[in-house]
C-alpha cells in the first residue's frame, strides 16, 4: 500500500508553524489504514470517499490551531488596519495626537523586545554557524551571500530608474501642490564619498562594547574664514541610538573562523556560545506569542494617524504607484525566477512557509526586529540548514536592501522630474550605483533609507527639501519594502545552501568521522590545510 499526503506549505515540523505530515491528525487515521491507494487533496483533505460536515470542520479546526500563531499575525494585520482607518475617520484631529500615542504604546513594547535579542541573536548565531564550519567552505559560503546580495541590489535599482523613467510620476507637478511637513530635518552636510568611508568606518570598530551602543559617523559644517569665504569643517561624531551593526557583524565572523580553526581549544567557549543562541531563540518564541497584539496597536495607531488620506494619495499617488509596482515585480518576478534558477524548487511554498516573516515584517517595519521570525521560518519551515542561516540572515539584515534600494532610485528621480531637472544618462547611473551603496548602509530600522537618501540627492546635486514631503507617504511605503527585503534575505538562504551542497556535505563527513574516534586525524589534516590556505 502506497499512500500521499498533501504540505499546505504553511508550516514546519516545530511549534509554532507546524509542517502537514503523513502523522498530522488532518489525515485520518482511517486513511493511512485504508488498503487502497488514497490521495489528498489541495485543501489536505482526503479524496475518494463522502466526508461528513462534522469531520470536515474538524479538520479545518485542527489546521487552524496547528497554525495559530500565523492566523492570529494575519488576523492582527487586518483587524489594525480596520480599526486604523475607522479612528482615523471618527477622531476629531485634536484628539488623534493622543488617541495615537495610546493605541502605538503595546507594539512599542514588542518592538523593544525583538530589539533586545537582536544583540546576541546576531552574535550568537554568526558564532555558531562559522564555527561549525572550515574555513574553506566560510569562505565560499560568504562569497555567495554577498554575491547574491549586491546582484539583487543592483537589480532592484535599474528596475526602479526604469520604471521611474517610463511612468514619470513627478511630471506635470507643482511645488505648491504638495504637503508641507513641519519639524522635519535632516542632515543635509554630506556627500558620497563620506558616507562610504563612515561604512567601512562602521566595519572596523575601535571598541567593541561601544559598537553595541552607535556608530561615529562624518559631520560636516559651515565655516567662516576671516576673508569672508565659507568652507567645510570635518568633524568624526559617535552618535547613539542605534547599533553599528556591520561592525558586530565582522567582529563575530573573525571570531567563528578562528573558532573552527581551533575546534578543541574553542570548545568550551562554543558551548557557552551555542547556550546563549538557545536561550535567545527560546526567548523569541515567547516574544512571538506576543507579535499579534503588538502588530495589531502598531498599525491601527500608523494608520489612524494620517492625517488626510484622500489628499496624500491625489498629490503623490503615481509616485506610490510606481514604487510599489517596482516592489511588486522585484517580489513576484525577479526574486522567484533566481531562486527557481539556482535551486529548481517551487517558489510558491517557499513564500507560504514566509508567511509569518511577511506578516511581521509589514507590522514592525523593520528587517532586524523580524530577523529572528525569518530565521524560525527559514530553518522550520523550509528546511535550511542552520549553519547556512545563522550567517546568512544577520548578514543580510544588514546589507541586503533590494526594496530600499528601488525605492531611493526612484525617490532620487521622481524629486528631479517635480523640480524640472533633466538628468543625462550618467546621472542616471551614477544615481542607480549610489542608491545602491545607500542601501547597503542602511540600518535595518524603519525609514532608515530617507536619511541615506541624502547622499543620493547630493550624488546629482538635486536639493533635498523634498525628502521631507515623501515622508507623508514613507511610512506606508517603508512596510512593503521591508517585506521584500526581508524575503530576498530568506531566499539567499536556500540558494547558498544549494550551491554549498558539497561542502556541507564534506562537513557532515568529516563529524561522523570524529564521532567515530577517527577525530584527531581529520583534526591535524584540516589544521594543515587551512594553515596552508592561509599562508
Partial sequence: MTSYYLDNGLGSSGPP??????????VSRNTRDMGTDTKTDRCGLTSGGPRSAGDILRKIGDKVKNNLLFVLTLAAVFWGLILGVIIQQCVTPYSTDTVVVLLKFPGELLLRMLKCVILPLVVASVITGLGAINAKSCGKIGGVAVTYYITTTVMASILGLVLVSIIKPGSGNEDNTYVEKQGVTLNQNTNTLDTIMDLLRGAFPDNIVQATFGKHATELTNMSRDDGSTYLERSLEFKSGSMNMI??????????????????????LMKVVEAINDLTMRLVTLILWYSPIGIFFLIAGQFAGVENFGEMMSQ????????????????FIVLPLIFFAFTRRNPVNYYLNMLPAMATAFG?????????????????????DRRISRFVIPVGATINMDGTALYEAVACLFIAQVKGVSLNFGQVVVTGLTATLAAVGAAGIPSAGLVTMVMVLNAVNLPTDMISVLLTVDWFLDRFRTITNVMGDALGCAIVQELCTEELAEMDREKEMLGNGDGDVLLQGRADVEIGSTL
Avoid: Q
Fill in 316 to 331: 503623490l499617488g503615481m509616485y506610490m504607484v510606481t514604487v510599489l509596482g517596482g516592489i511588486a515585480i522585484h517580489f
Fill in 364 to 384: 514592525t517595519d523593520s528587517s532586524s526586529a523580524t530577523m529572528p521570525v525569518t530565521m524560525r521560518c527559514v530553518e522550520e519551515n523550509n528546511n535550511i
Fill in 247 to 268: 561592525g558586530i557583524i565582522v567582529f563575530s565572523i573573525v571570531v567563528g573562523v578562528i573558532m573552527s580553526l581551533h575546534p578543541e581549544e574553542t570548545a568550551p
Fill in 17 to 26: 508553524w507546524p509542517t502537514l505530515s503523513n502523522e498530522h491528525p488532518l
